[in-house]
T-cell receptor
Framework: AAGVIQSPRHLIKEKRETATLKCYPI?????VYWYQQGPGQDPQFLIS???????DKGSIPDRFSAQQFSDYHSELNMSSLELGDSALYFC????????????FGPGTRLLVL | AQSVAQPEDQVNVAEGNPLTVKCTYS??????LFWYVQYPNRGLQFLLK??????LVKGSYGFEAEFNKSQTSFHLKKPSALVSDSALYFC????????????FGSGTKLNVKP
């Protein structure tokens, strides 16, 4: 079965640079979620989109923005990168919202030097 | 606020023995509870969920979890552990008032020794 696709899988950036992470949800899934997982930490919710509209916002820094496109893929844009942004970034998707399971992608590992 | 707690950072069990990974929750309203497993450098994989119905939920790879409302627990269990079960396990709760939000526990590292 098709899974959530994330690209790139690994990314190395320097401080103050920008990065764009992409997420392609499972076909027919209309909801996308972004999470940040620091080393040894549990995933922290950043932001979510339902039917191309932002549905909720978590602990996402102002330097980050995201959107969901007409084909339901989503992009997380990160600017003025800081060392502390180094983490594993997960995208998850679900069909609808109520009680539905989130299926996670493999993650993008971002290293900021 | 909604939250889950995983009281054990690590659980060690011998292959073939039963395993339990503990999770307790704090939710206002009916809880939607999930277990995920994470292998090294991999994404979170869904194991099972409790929304409503039978308190014993069966999931992938022979795992099951028991929802206990009086103890506010949702422990993950498996009758016979495999070495390949060694991974990081996360309990999660979905906010019943905001379905976009998942709250994850801190994770429990399961070590299954041959």
């Amino acid at each position: 079965a098709a899974g959530v696709i994330q690209s790139p899988r690994h990314l190395i950036k320097e401080k103050r640079e920008t990065a764009t992470l992409k997420c392609y949800p499972i076909p027919r899934h209309d909801t996308v979620y972004w999470y940040q997982q620091g080393p040894g930490q549990d995933p922290q919710f950043l932001i979510s989109f339902y039917e191309k509209m932002q549905s909720d916002k978590g602990s996402i820094p102002d330097r980050f923005s995201a959107q969901q496109f007409s084909d339901y893929h989503s992009e997380l844009n990160m600017s003025s990168l800081e060392l502390g942004d180094s983490a594993l970034y997960f995208c998850a998707s679900s069909q609808g919202q109520v009680g539905e399971t989130q299926y996670f992608g493999p993650g993008t590992r971002l290293l900021v030097l | 606020a909604q939250s889950v707690a995983q009281p054990e950072d690590q659980v060690n069990v011998a292959e073939g023995n039963p395993l339990t990974v503990k999770c307790t929750y704090s939710v206002s309203g009916n809880p939607y509870l999930f277990w995920y497993v994470q292998y090294p450098n991999r994404g979170l994989q869904f194991l099972l969920k409790y929304i409503t119905g039978d308190n014993l939920v069966k999931g992938s790879y022979g795992f099951e979890a028991e929802f206990n409302k009086s103890q506010t627990s949702f422990h993950l269990k498996k009758p016979s552990a495999l070495v390949s079960d060694s991974a990081l396990y996360f309990c999660a709760v979905r906010d019943p008032y905001n379905f976009n939000k998942f709250y994850f526990g801190s994770g429990t590292k399961l070590n299954v020794k041959p």
